[in-house]
């Protein structure tokens, strides 16, 4: 069964470095998510990408973050200046285009941040 | 009114017992509605749709009553293996939009007891 996949699955950086978060989505997926969920807190949507472009931010999603399709297969997250804040569980997902509400999202195994 | 609401847990019961999970919602114009499990550290993972005229998948019955914007999911004979976080999870909905944004609940422990 095709699936989501994520490197790395940890990362441990210093606050102010740059990370960036990799992932491939299922191969004829079209939506390209990003959500990110705290220690013991709920998932929580940061940003959906379609055709190039972001189609929709959350509050969270401000100028340090920046997402790419650098390529046919990849799909990055950039935080460009780590915050201890940002250190989360990061899920990539991926959902084909079919219009309907009911489009299931499958979801990558997650990398782990942890800024120091 | 937090967006999607769920039981607090933890549930504890033991092998065998039906376990039943509620949620609500506060979008009325939601579209769909799932059922995610996430165990520990690991992603969330569809459980099942939820369809405006319940549906079972199993041991698994999801209802969803859109007047009171309230979802539910039974487990019966519940295994040591459904030992998970369950999220209510509900497709935001903006229109113009088609970003199908997933708004998820905390999620409630359930703990299968042997």
């Known amino acids: 069964e095709p699936e989501v996949t994520q490197t790395p699955s940890h990362q441990v950086t210093q606050m102010g470095q740059e990370v960036i978060l990799r992932c491939v989505p299922i191969s004829n997926h079209l939506y390209f998510y990003w959500y990110r969920q705290i220690l013991g807190q709920k998932v929580e949507f940061l940003v959906s990408?379609?055709?190039?472009?972001?189609?929709?931010k959350s509050e969270i999603f401000d100028d340090q973050f920046s997402v790419e399709r650098p390529d046919g297969s990849n799909f990055t997250l950039k935080i460009r200046s780590t915050k201890l804040e940002d250190s989360a569980m990061y899920f990539c997902?991926?959902?084909?285009?079919?219009?309907?509400?009911?489009?299931?999202?499958?979801f990558g195994p997650g990398t782990r941040l942890l800024v120091l | 009114r937090k967006e999607v609401e769920q039981d607090p847990g933890p549930f504890n019961v033991p092998e065998g017992a039906t376990v039943a999970f509620n949620c609500t919602y506060s979008n009325s114009a939601s579209q769909s509605f799932f059922w995610y499990r996430q165990d520990c550290r690991k992603e969330p993972k569809l459980l099942m749709s939820?369809?405006?005229s319940g549906n079972e998948d199993g041991r698994f019955t999801a209802q969803l009553n859109r007047a009171s914007q309230y979802i539910s999911l039974l487990i019966r004979d519940s295994k040591l293996s459904d030992s998970a976080t369950y999220l209510c999870?509900?497709?935001?909905?903006?229109?113009?939009?088609?970003?199908?944004?997933?708004?998820f609940g905390t999620g409630t422990l359930l703990a299968v007891q042997p």
């Open positions: 990408f379609y055709n190039n472009e972001i189609s929709e």
């Open positions: 999870v509900v497709n935001s909905f903006r229109y113009g939009g088609a970003t199908n944004k997933l708004i």
């Open positions: 997902a991926s959902r084909e285009q079919a219009g309907g509400w009911q489009e299931t999202q499958y």
């Open positions: 939820v369809y405006s």
